[in-house]
Nanobody, 117 residues
Framework: QVQLVEAGGGLVQAGGSLRLSCAAS????????MGWFRQGPEKEREFVAG???????VYTDSVKGRFTISRDNAKNTMYLEMNSLKPEDTAVYYC???????????WGQGTQVTVSS
């Protein structure tokens, strides 16, 4: 059974940094990609960053140069390093995996990130 558990959210001032983690278990070798999404107040959930097995990481334009996605395969953990945070980055951040699919079909419970101005 696939489980994704996020951690690392919190309250930070604008310009600050946070590192989110996603501990994964039960992921089969057929996992196509893992990524991060977010949903801000009264907004649709949006893609933030992702990495497939064979491709380079991709980022939404608004976080390029500020966020970095990485994985520690030995720990089965994915990270999202977030720097130069802005109030508009405030959202619930979700870890996701695309298992036996090119679509993300497994989700964590989310972790709240709040950036104060």
């Amino acid at each position: 059974q696939v489980q994704l558990v996020e951690a690392g959210g919190g309250l930070v001032q604008a310009g600050g940094s946070l590192r989110l983690s996603c501990a994964a278990s039960g992921l089969p070798s057929s996992t196509y990609a893992m990524g991060w999404f977010r949903q801000g107040p009264e907004k649709e959930r949006e893609f933030v960053a992702g990495a497939s097995r064979s491709g380079s990481p991709v980022y939404t334009d608004s976080v390029k140069g500020r966020f970095t996605i990485s994985r520690d395969n030995a720990k089965n953990t994915m990270y999202l390093e977030m720097n130069s945070l802005k109030p508009e980055d405030t959202a619930v951040y979700y870890c996701a995996a695309a298992v036996r699919s090119v679509q993300y079909n497994y989700w964590g419970q989310g972790t709240q990130v709040t950036v104060s101005s």
